[in-house]
């Protein structure tokens, strides 16, 4: 029975990332990159990592998904303002493809010819007898926390961690330069509708109740900084399209401090300890548990907003061109 | 076989047929207004059979809170969704209409 569900399973995300790509329709293909999503979170669960599938589901489906519709929204209005021209530019598109035709293929053929030694090599090497998990599992008690992924995750390997919050910042950073800083320009909209209003009135502090539970389990369970970041930058978003855009109503440092308050944090910590003569990111053993959820906490506030940051400057990118439209 | 087993069966399959029959609304039905109509609400009826027949198949008080919680968000979720698209829809049909209902 449960061969059944693991094929069906397997089948049906295979089934949707192709569709995905080969879908005719931009929207659609959105769509079914959601469903892709999800159907992959569901196959993180039956292999037993709940952690990456929260994730998964959270970040492909969550927060990719706000992203993608958006991006959706700005090409449909570019599209249809550019209908007149759109007969001339598929014409001269198709006797492009024509030309360029064989190099697509060429290259899909190339590169799936490599995923696929690749991946054979992956299973080959496969290590007998769970790989890392005997050594990650002897040192948990030193770790300061029960759940294996958290210790692997904020203690073992907490560099990679640390990088990985920056690269979040980077890609706003790259954000904010592309975009121009100039933002967050529209504070006083208010949410038209009440219901919309009432709504993202009554989510607000259940995502935020529910992203410190994630936070807080992580210790034992799973959960942690990432998942409880997606939730609480759930809530910036949502506030955003509710008219209520978090970064105009804080001063603009206390912003820019929420945003590289998780990362310093981390940082400033783990030189802190170096000095008294530890390695990088090495805890002392007493109050690793406690060090631990604060570095969570400040992690997740951090990446919560940055997410938030992200939607709102891209969702500011193209409204201020529409404003110079309208005015000239 | 115990009779809780039995109701469980039940209550799933009256909510997959929930499902399928909001699906099937939502690929058959003509314009977007009916097509929500089929997807929400038969969905959500859908939804709550299979988390009812859920809750009694874990039989833990904490389990059936935490699965009434998950249909209760997924409806409140679902039907605001549904008339923010809805109201979308009706200010792009008829422009200008939508904002004299609300003032």
């Given at each position: 029975?449960?061969?059944?569900?693991?094929?069906?399973?397997?089948?049906?995300?295979?089934?949707?990332?192709?569709?995905?790509?080969?879908?005719?329709?931009?929207?659609?293909?959105?769509?079914?990159?959601?469903?892709?999503?999800?159907?992959?979170?569901?196959?993180?669960?039956?292999?037993?990592?709940?952690?990456?599938?929260?994730?998964?589901?959270?970040?492909?489906?969550?927060?990719?998904?706000?992203?993608?519709?958006?991006?959706?929204?700005?090409?449909?209005?570019?599209?249809?303002?550019?209908?007149?021209?759109?007969?001339?530019?598929?014409?001269?598109?198709?006797?492009?493809?024509?030309?360029?035709?064989?190099?697509?293929?060429?290259?899909?053929?190339?590169?799936?010819?490599?995923?696929?030694?690749?991946?054979?090599?992956?299973?080959?090497?496969?290590?007998?007898?769970?790989?890392?998990?005997?050594?990650?599992?002897?040192?948990?008690?030193?770790?300061?926390?029960?759940?294996?992924?958290?210790?692997?995750?904020?203690?073992?390997?907490?560099?990679?961690?640390?990088?990985?919050?920056?690269?979040?910042?980077?890609?706003?950073?790259?954000?904010?330069?592309?975009?121009?800083?100039?933002?967050?320009?529209?504070?006083?909209?208010?949410?038209?509708?009440?219901?919309?209003?009432?709504?993202?009135?009554?989510?607000?502090?259940?995502?935020?109740?529910?992203?410190?539970?994630?936070?807080?389990?992580?210790?034992?369970?799973?959960?942690?900084?990432?998942?409880?970041?997606?939730?609480?930058?759930?809530?910036?978003?949502?506030?955003?399209?509710?008219?209520?855009?978090?970064?105009?109503?804080?001063?603009?440092?206390?912003?820019?401090?929420?945003?590289?308050?998780?990362?310093?944090?981390?940082?400033?910590?783990?030189?802190?300890?170096?000095?008294?003569?530890?390695?990088?990111?090495?805890?002392?053993?007493?109050?690793?548990?406690?060090?631990?959820?604060?570095?969570?906490?400040?992690?997740?506030?951090?990446?919560?907003?940055?997410?938030?940051?992200?939607?709102?400057?891209?969702?500011?990118?193209?409204?201020?061109?529409?404003?110079?439209?309208?005015?000239? | 076989m115990t009779i809780y087993e039995v109701i469980t069966v039940i209550?799933l399959?009256?909510?997959?047929?929930?499902?399928?029959?909001?699906?099937?609304?939502?690929?058959?039905?003509?314009?977007?207004?009916?097509?929500?109509?089929?997807?929400?609400?038969?969905?959500?009826?859908?939804?709550?059979?299979?988390?009812?027949g859920?809750?009694l198949h874990?039989a833990?008080?904490?389990?059936?809170?935490?699965?009434?919680?998950?249909?209760?968000?997924?409806?409140?979720?679902?039907?605001?969704?549904?008339?923010?698209?809805?109201?979308?829809?009706?200010?792009?049909?008829?422009?200008?209409?939508?904002?004299?209902?609300?003032?």
């Open positions: 029975m449960s061969i059944l569900i693991d094929g069906l399973l397997a089948i049906l995300a295979i089934y949707l990332a192709l569709q995905s790509l080969l879908a005719p329709r931009l929207s659609q293909s959105v769509f079914l990159f959601f469903a892709f999503g999800l159907a992959l979170a569901l196959a993180w669960v039956r292999l037993g990592a709940v952690d990456v599938a929260i994730t998964e589901a959270a970040i492909a489906a969550g927060f990719l998904g706000v992203l993608f519709l958006d991006a959706l929204r700005d090409f449909s209005s570019t599209i249809s303002e550019k209908h007149n021209n759109t007969e001339a530019i598929q014409s001269s598109a198709s006797r492009k493809k024509i030309k360029t035709f064989l190099l697509p293929r060429l290259a899909f053929g190339v590169g799936l010819g490599l995923f696929l030694l690749i991946s054979l090599e992956a299973i080959w090497q496969i290590p007998q007898g769970g790989g890392l998990t005997a050594a990650a599992e002897s040192m948990l008690p030193e770790s300061g926390v029960e759940h294996p992924v958290t210790a692997v995750l904020l203690n073992f390997r907490a560099y990679d961690t640390w990088l990985e919050i920056g690269v979040i910042l980077l890609g706003l950073l790259a954000i904010f330069v592309t975009g121009g800083i100039k933002i967050y320009t529209k504070p006083d909209v208010v949410a038209k509708d009440p219901l919309l209003r009432q709504v993202i009135l009554f989510f607000t502090p259940v995502l935020f109740l529910f992203g410190a539970f994630l936070l807080y389990i992580g210790k034992s369970g799973p959960g942690g900084a990432f998942q409880a970041a997606v939730l609480w930058g759930a809530i910036g978003i949502l506030l955003h399209l509710g008219g209520k855009p978090v970064f105009a109503m804080i001063p603009r440092w206390v912003g820019q401090l929420v945003l590289i308050m998780g990362l310093g944090f981390f940082l400033l910590m783990g030189f802190v300890f170096m000095s008294g003569g530890a390695t990088l990111f090495e805890y002392p053993k007493a109050y690793a548990g406690t060090l631990i959820l604060i570095v969570e906490t400040l992690a997740a506030i951090s990446i919560a907003a940055a997410l938030t940051a992200i939607y709102a400057n891209l969702n500011q990118m193209k409204e201020e061109p529409k404003e110079n439209e309208s005015a000239n | 209550l399959l009256v909510g997959c047929f929930f499902f399928l029959a909001g699906t099937l609304g939502v690929l058959r039905f003509p314009d977007l207004f009916s097509r929500l109509h089929a997807l929400t609400k038969a969905d959500n009826l859908g939804l709550g059979f299979i988390a009812a859920m809750a874990i833990s008080p904490w389990a059936a809170v935490k699965i009434f919680f998950i249909w209760f968000f997924t409806l409140l979720a679902s039907s605001t969704s549904c008339y923010l698209i809805a109201r979308f829809q009706r200010e792009q049909d008829q422009p200008g209409k939508g904002k004299e209902d609300r003032e």
